[in-house]
C-alpha cells in the first residue's frame, strides 16, 4: 500500500512545474500580456507554472522591476517558466544581457520559443537548478525570482539566499512571495543574508521583497 501511494506522489510530482521533464499531457495556450507601452505574447503548456495566465504576483514583479535601480550589469531571472518575468526584463532593459534559467525543459523550451516570437535576442535561456549552472565567474546587477514555492522550503532559500554569491556588490535581489506562502520568514532570511530587506510593493497579498549586496 505504502508503494503504490509513493508511486502516485511521485507521478503527481512529474506533473509539477518544478519537474525537469514534466508528463503532463500538452494542452498549449497563447497568453497577452502587456505593461505599459509593451505587449508581449506568451505560448504556455501543460506541466509549467501558471499555464492559462501571466501568474498575478509575476505581474507585479514586472510592474515593479521597472522602478528599480541596480547596478548596470546583467540580470538574471530564476525560475524562468516559460518567460515573462525575464523576458520584460529584457524588453524593458534592451542594453543588458538576461540570463534564464529553470529545471523544468518544457518551461525552457517555450521560453526560447516566446524569445523567438517577441523577436527579443538578449537573453540566454538554460538549464539550471537554482545556481548550479550559473558561470560563478559571471556576477548580476539583478536578480529576479517568482520562487517555485511548491518546491519546497529548502529551494526557495536556496535561491533568496544563494544570490548573494551571483550578485555584483551593490547588486539587488528582487523577489514576490505571498504572505501566506512564507514572506515574513523569507523576509528574514534575506535580512539575515544580506542584513537588508526591504517591502517594495503590497498588492493582494503579494510582497515585493528587495535585498541589496553590500
Not at 11 to 39: G, R
Not at 109 to 132: E, M
Not at 170 to 192: F, H, R, W, Y
Request: aromatic fraction near 8%.
Amino acid at each position: 500500500m505504502k508503494r503504490r501511494r509513493d508511486n502516485r506522489i511521485s507521478a503527481e510530482k512529474n506533473q509539477m512545474y518544478f519537474a525537469t521533464d514534466p508528463n503532463a499531457k500538452h494542452d498549449e495556450h497563447v497568453v497577452d500580456y502587456h505593461v505599459d507601452n509593451v505587449d508581449l505574447k506568451f505560448t504556455t503548456d501543460a506541466g509549467v507554472f501558471s499555464k492559462m495566465r501571466v501568474d498575478y504576483g509575476s505581474g507585479v514583479l514586472i510592474k515593479t522591476m521597472k522602478e528599480v535601480d541596480f547596478p548596470k550589469n546583467n540580470i538574471l531571472d530564476v525560475g524562468t517558466g516559460y518567460g515573462p518575468i525575464g523576458l520584460f526584463a529584457a524588453k524593458f532593459w534592451p542594453d543588458k544581457k538576461v540570463d534564464m534559467v529553470d529545471v523544468n525543459e518544457r518551461g525552457l523550451k517555450l521560453a526560447k520559443q516566446n524569445a523567438k516570437v517577441n523577436h527579443i535576442k538578449n537573453v540566454n535561456i538554460y538549464s539550471s537548478d537554482c545556481y548550479a549552472q550559473v558561470d560563478n565567474d559571471k556576477k548580476f546587477g539583478l536578480i529576479l525570482t517568482n520562487p517555485p514555492i511548491r518546491a519546497g522550503k529548502k529551494v526557495v532559500n536556496e535561491i533568496l539566499m544563494g544570490a548573494n554569491e551571483h550578485l555584483v556588490s551593490g547588486g539587488v535581489l528582487l523577489v514576490v512571495i505571498q504572505k501566506k506562502q512564507g514572506e515574513p520568514s523569507a523576509c528574514k532570511n534575506m535580512t539575515d543574508t544580506y542584513g537588508n530587506c526591504e517591502i517594495l510593493t503590497r498588492d493582494k497579498g503579494y510582497y515585493i521583497l528587495k535585498s541589496t549586496k553590500n
